[in-house]
C-alpha cells in the first residue's frame, strides 16, 4: 500500500516561490509505470491537474502553469517535490499529491497554502 504525505509552508507571501514535498512510502517513486503528479483545489472550485513526474524522471506541466512550475525528485529520499514561483493570492488552494499506476490511485491528505502577505 502506497502511501503519501505533503508537507511544506502553509502560508506564503505574494511573488515567491511555493515548495512542497511530497514522501512516499510503502513503495519507490520509481517503480515501472508508475506517474506522481501534484493536483490542487482553490477554495470553491474543482480539482486542477498540475504536473507530474513518472517512474523515469520525465515530467509534463499543465500548459497554463508550464512557465511557473517545476516538479522534481529525490529517489534517494523517495520524495517528490513542487515549485510554483511567482505566486499570487489566485494560487491559495489545497495541494495534493498522488500516485497512479497498474489500476491503482492513491492520494495524500492534502496540504492548505494560502498565499497572503
Known amino acids: 500500500q502506497v502511501q503519501l504525505q505533503e508537507s511544506g509552508p502553509g502560508l506564503v507571501k505574494p511573488s515567491q516561490t511555493l515548495s512542497l514535498t511530497c514522501t512516499v512510502s510503502?513503495?519507490?517513486?520509481?517503480?515501472?509505470?508508475?506517474?506522481w503528479t501534484w493536483i490542487r483545489q482553490p477554495p470553491g472550485k474543482g480539482l486542477e491537474w498540475m504536473g507530474a513526474i513518472a517512474y523515469d524522471g520525465s515530467t509534463r506541466y499543465t500548459p497554463s502553469l508550464l512557465s511557473r512550475t517545476s516538479i522534481s525528485r529525490d529517489t534517494s529520499k523517495n520524495q517528490f517535490s513542487l515549485q510554483l514561483s511567482s505566486v499570487t493570492p489566485e494560487d491559495t488552494a489545497v495541494y495534493y499529491c498522488?500516485?497512479?499506476?497498474?489500476?491503482?490511485?492513491?492520494w495524500g491528505q492534502g496540504t492548505q497554502v494560502t498565499v497572503s502577505s
Open positions: 510503502g513503495g519507490s517513486i520509481t517503480i515501472s509505470y508508475y506517474t
Open positions: 498522488n500516485a497512479g499506476g497498474w489500476n491503482k490511485d492513491y
